[in-house]
T-cell receptor
């Protein structure tokens, strides 16, 4: 199983809502990532978890809150987002982090903030 | 942070044509990866090149890593509409070995 799954596929939320994005992988990977991607741009790294601990936060606003409940799951909690946060949010995983490895991406969640 | 420049930025060709696109840097990379991304989907890893001068083939796609490990090329033979997508190259850079992406090449293959 070389699949990274993400739910939901699409999400529309108001600026006062609280929602969560979910990501799951069963490849035994120990590193998981959140990226944000705007249309026709490359993915931008947001967070990296390595062995279930937050390793990197790319100065992401606190309205985005990541969580790694276990080695297979990664959540991104959203609160008080702005319209400019609308984007494709991608989850990825790799075997390890400190030894750079191929990253496998999920299909993404298309987020629209009204 | 090491930068990756991809060219051309956009390419529109007829089915059956051949094409070559590039990923260049002034810095040495320990490896480079190529991804293809379709609209609304996540990037799909096509190949990883590690050794300078390495050539890898994936059906009609041929990937080459430069001898100095500063650049890579992707050649597609007899392009098909299914090849349409955003092609991203990426490589580890910086103290934390974050994956740095190029800006991508948008390829459109017309039937």
């Amino acid at each position: 199983d070389t699949e990274v799954t993400q739910t939901p596929k699409h999400l529309v939320m108001g600026m006062t809502n609280k929602k969560s994005l979910k990501c799951e992988q069963h490849m035994g990977h120990r590193a998981m990532y959140w990226y944000k991607q705007k249309a026709k741009k490359p993915p931008e790294l947001m967070f990296v978890y390595s062995y279930e601990k937050l390793s990197i936060n790319e100065s992401v606003p606190s309205r985005f809150s990541p969580e790694c409940p276990n080695s297979s799951l990664l959540n991104l909690h959203l609160h008080a987002l702005q319209p400019e946060d609308s984007a494709l949010y991608l989850c990825a995983s790799s075997q390890d982090y400190w030894v750079i490895d191929e990253q496998f991406f999920g299909p993404g969640t298309r987020l629209t903030v009204l | 942070t090491q930068l990756l420049e991809q060219s051309p930025q956009f390419l529109s060709i007829q089915e059956g044509e051949n094409l070559t696109v590039y990923c260049n840097s002034s810095s040495v990379f320990s490896s480079l990866q190529w991804y293809r991304q379709e609209p609304g989907e996540g990037p799909v890893l096509l190949v990883t090149v590690v050794t300078g001068g390495e050539v890898k083939k994936l059906k009609r796609l041929t990937f080459q890593f430069g001898d100095a490990r500063k650049d890579s090329s992707l050649h597609i033979t007899a392009a098909q509409p299914g090849d349409t997508g955003l092609y991203l190259c990426a490589g580890p850079s910086g103290a934390n070995s974050k994956l740095t992406f190029g800006k991508g090449i948008t390829l459109s293959v017309r039937p």
